[in-house]
């Protein structure tokens, strides 16, 4: 315990010091949110619900509405995605909030709100669903088949750039960025197309066919796609598809029962719904691992996948009927669980700090 003669001594100390200094060091900010997982839940459509939760893995505990917390508002209505990004040496979180059609920027370290961008044409939605960072720039790719691109200096768009039906996702390769076009809401005639947009000078460079409804999109070490094509629900099944991203055809197809996936150092996680269980693809060797690593038929809805790279931990969402609080289980690399912990309404990305 430190008793009030040690702290008279320290204050005179540092009054000492700071005094024979001519330019003192600036302030090191520091953030309680430096141990943990920045979780988004997605909340129900129409809702108005969305939000963030923060699990402390120091303590254990989640804060299950943090946002709102610190910020005196809610996040809006059904988060897409979140992604982390550093701009000028500092660390943001933007976060792409679908029906509300805004994507909100927060201090990566405080969580305070820095700016809401409306992502609107004229007086319509947009909807952004997902979000990607490149050369100071934020692309929102929108579900009305637009691509929109944020000066992150003045937080303005300067660019709208016409995709296909209802783009889903993106990946980045090089200065070229692959947008999957599902075309979800012109069932039953899904688009199959996925866009390049150059970003060098924001222009679609090309557009080339694959399957139908494809809604998730990962570049390899060997810089080749693997695009998910989930179907029509009905008669035509899921599958996996390689893609050769020189001749922008498909190299190989694979009919998997996948939903969920993530991709992380040459392994694609995926479940399988056919064995209610999570399995691995590996993209070095082109080959499925038809043993399960985590069973998931206690899972009442699997949710998302998420991998914490730096400490090599996977951690699975259980969506717990969508109307009831997610709960987190988290597994190590060989597939053995660890601990679980419960966040909000239908949680998809983690961020790990």
Known sequence: MITQKAIFFIVLLFIGFTSCKKDPKPEIVSSKFSNGIICMNEGLFQQNNANLSYHNLDS????????????????GDTANDMIEYIYQGKSYI????????????????????????????????????????????LYVI??????????????????????????????????????VNSGGLN???????????????????????????CSAIYKDEQNELYII?????????PKLLRINTTTNAIIETFNINLTVSTYHNNILYYYNDTDKAIHKFN????????TSLIDCSSFQNIYDINIDAKNNLIYLTDANGYTNASIIKCYDMLGNYKYEFTTGLNTGALLFK
């Open 229 to 237: 094509s989930r179907g029509n629900y009905n008669n035509i099944t």
């Open 142 to 179: 929108n579900f009305d088949g637009t691509v929109s691109q944020i000066d992150l200096a003045s937080f303005e768009i300067i660019n709208n750039i016409t995709c296909g039906l209802n783009p889903d996702n993106a990946t980045i390769i090089n200065d070229r960025m692959y947008i």
């Open 187 to 213: 069932y039953p005639t899904y688009d199959s197309t996925v866009t390049i947009i150059d970003l060098n000078s924001n222009t679609v460079s090309a557009t080339f066919e694959t399957k139908i409804n």
């Open 60 to 75: 254990n505990k989640t804060d299950l509405n943090v946002f709102a917390t610190i910020n005196g508002r809610g996040l």
């Open 94 to 137: 933007a976060i792409a909030v679908d029906v509300s059609s805004q994507v909100e920027i927060i201090d990566g370290l405080t969580l305070k709100t820095v700016k809401q961008i409306p992502i609107f044409n004229g007086n319509s939605a947009r909807s952004p669903r997902a979000l990607k960072y490149y050369n100071n720039y």
């Open 283 to 290: 993209t070095n060797t082109e080959t499925i691992n038809n």
